[in-house]
């Protein structure tokens, strides 16, 4: 411990918090002393994670933390018989933490060969802690390999990783129950279905979405119907839609996307259980009973897509599985980061015939997801356009969070340019965040510019519906303004702001041919601008040279 406290004072002071690190290396000596080993080890630990998240510079000291944090964690605390020496080997949460440190750190400096030997250690540590642990340190040796590009490593550990699986479901007292067996299948099936998307398989991204949109999908169904899941550690199901919009919206396929975006919005509210919904694990408890929600055998199998309905075939025992190998594989919940190029094992290939039908099932929306996103829409729809006022009641009990998530939907829509599409989510997030004024203000600013870049897309301007969605506009430029400049002009955050979307709403008068209202609003804005940043602050300047232009649009209409 001395000699990691000298190596802590010869570092820049501006470098890192030594009087912080001193202090965990202070808590875990006295720990130590008082026959604690294993919390010694979790404080040096935790010096080392904040040494290794510094980068470069720090790593070869954090992997002295860590080397260290692993003796402590072999120890036996206290009088403990010698007998206990077997749950210190492969019954020690903290001794696997402190490898996977150790491991990520050692691949941080290129040491492979190491890395890979405390990844495996690791997952030796935590054999005998349940499956969900040891699906933990496979996951990151799973990550490891793939990022390092040694595919028949990789496949090996998902191999072994599906045995644990099927293992746990054996009969007899180390038999998992089906929370913790949904869990760590949900941890092996995101995995796999990342490892699939770049394997170089013919088809490989239609292969994941397959599996994402399948057997993952079926997992955080089943486990909302399970009241003891840990929260945190599992994928919620809207979760699971965000993940394959990013991957579809990756992939340019924007209307399957958008349409992933829309089903984790319903997701959402249905399991916050937001306007009286049921989620949709618990519907399925009620519908076909106990089988439905527990974990079977199908969901490690390669299936299709599907709604999560039927409980598939059960595994009576540990079948098909194979113990795991002695050896171990691992990696860690504390370290370790994502995305790869590797080809999992027994991954078939997809027939580029059937990669549509496997996209067309895939967003095929459920009848409780379509009736749960109409009545958060419907919200929006019978919104009149309102800016909040600062410390406002929200409409009804969990709107703001829920008004929050409407609102990312939107501004994913947004940005695929589907102007119209973003439409519904953005006006319903506006409408439920009146409780957030300054979350309002930026979702009635992003609904204005939806409005009117649908009307200046419109050919010859729309019409009579171009001029609706123009007022449309204006409406919610308004509405912004009104909301952000409830803040107070001392507010150069929100005076920001405000100026910004009384620009777009003199751009949008402009396009009204209300010139003169436009130069008012556009005044407006540079007087704004003024008292917040001066005369010579950036939006100020923009301002006046959106002004400038104003008065030469106006003049050529006049000619």
């Given at each position: ?346 991954t078939p290939a997809v027939a580029a015939a059937d990669a549509k ?77 009146t409780g957030d004024a300054w979350k309002q203000g930026a ?117």
């Open positions: 411990m001395e000699g990691l406290a000298h190596a802590i004072t010869a570092l820049p002071p501006d470098k890192v918090d030594r009087q912080r690190l001193l202090e965990c290396l202070g808590h875990g000596e006295r720990n130590r002393v008082a026959g604690k080993s294993r919390e010694a080890s979790k404080w040096v630990m935790q010096a080392g994670a904040a040494l290794h998240r510094e980068g470069a510079d720090t790593l070869p000291l954090a992997e002295r933390y860590f080397q260290h944090a692993v003796h402590l964690a072999k120890q036996l605390d206290g009088d403990a018989p010698e007998f206990m020496q077997i749950e210190v080997e492969k019954n020690n949460g903290t001794l696997g933490d402190a490898y996977t440190w150790l491991g990520a750190t050692e691949a941080a400096l290129g040491k492979i060969a190491e890395a890979e030997s405390h990844y495996k250690s690791a997952a030796k540590a935590v054999e005998d802690r349940g499956v969900v642990e040891l699906s933990d340190k496979l996951l990151h040796q799973a990550i490891f390999f793939r990022n390092k590009k040694m595919r028949e490593k990789y496949d090996a550990v998902l191999k072994r990783w599906e045995g644990a699986i099927r293992d746990a479901r054996a009969t007899g007292e180390s038999r998992e129950g089906d929370v913790a067996l949904l869990q760590a299948t949900q941890m092996f099936l995101n995995e796999k279905a990342a490892g699939t998307a770049k394997s170089g398989l013919p088809q490989a991204f239609a292969r994941s979405i397959q599996l994402r949109a399948g057997a993952l999908m079926k997992c955080a169904m089943r486990l909302e119907a399970h009241a003891l899941r840990p929260l945190k550690q599992c994928v919620a199901l809207h979760e699971v839609y965000e993940s394959i919009a990013g991957a579809f919206d990756g992939a340019k396929m924007r209307n399957e996307s958008n349409a992933f975006l829309k089903r984790s919005a319903a997701a959402f509210v249905a399991s916050e259980r937001f306007l009286g919904l049921t989620p949709i694990g618990e519907l399925m408890l009620e519908r076909d009973g106990v089988e439905a929600v527990a974990w079977s055998a199908d969901l490690l199998r390669e299936g299709g897509v599907g709604g999560g309905g039927g409980g598939g075939e059960r595994d009576g025992g540990g079948r098909g599985g194979g113990a795991p190998a002695s050896g171990g594989e691992s990696s860690s919940s504390a370290a370790a980061a994502a995305a790869g190029e590797v080809e999992t094992v027994s039908k496997i996209f067309a099932a895939a967003c095929t929306t459920p009848r409780q997801e379509q009736i749960a996103y109409e009545m958060l829409m419907k919200i929006g729809d019978a919104w009149k356009m309102r800016g909040a006022e600062q410390d406002e009641e929200e409409p009804f009990e969990g709107a703001t969070e829920a008004g929050s998530h409407a609102f990312v939907v939107g501004q994913r829509i947004f940005s695929t340019e589907a102007w119209k599409d973003s439409q519904r989510p953005l006006r319903a997030a506006a409408a439920m965040l979702a009635c600013h992003y609904l204005g510019c939806a409005y009117f870049h649908e009307r200046m897309q419109a050919r010859d301007g729309g019409g009579a519906a171009g001029e609706r969605l123009l007022d449309f506009a204006a409406g919610a430029f308004q509405a912004a303004v009104a909301a952000r400049a409830s803040f107070g002009p001392e507010d150069k955050r929100a005076a920001k702001e405000v100026a910004g979307s009384l620009l777009f709403l003199g751009r949008v008068l402009v396009e009204k041919k209300q010139f003169q209202n436009s130069e008012r609003v556009t005044m407006q804005a540079l007087d704004v601008s003024r008292k917040a940043f001066g005369d010579d602050g950036e939006m100020t300047k923009q301002c006046m040279s959106a002004m400038v232009g104003l008065r030469q649009r106006v003049q050529r209409e006049k000619a």
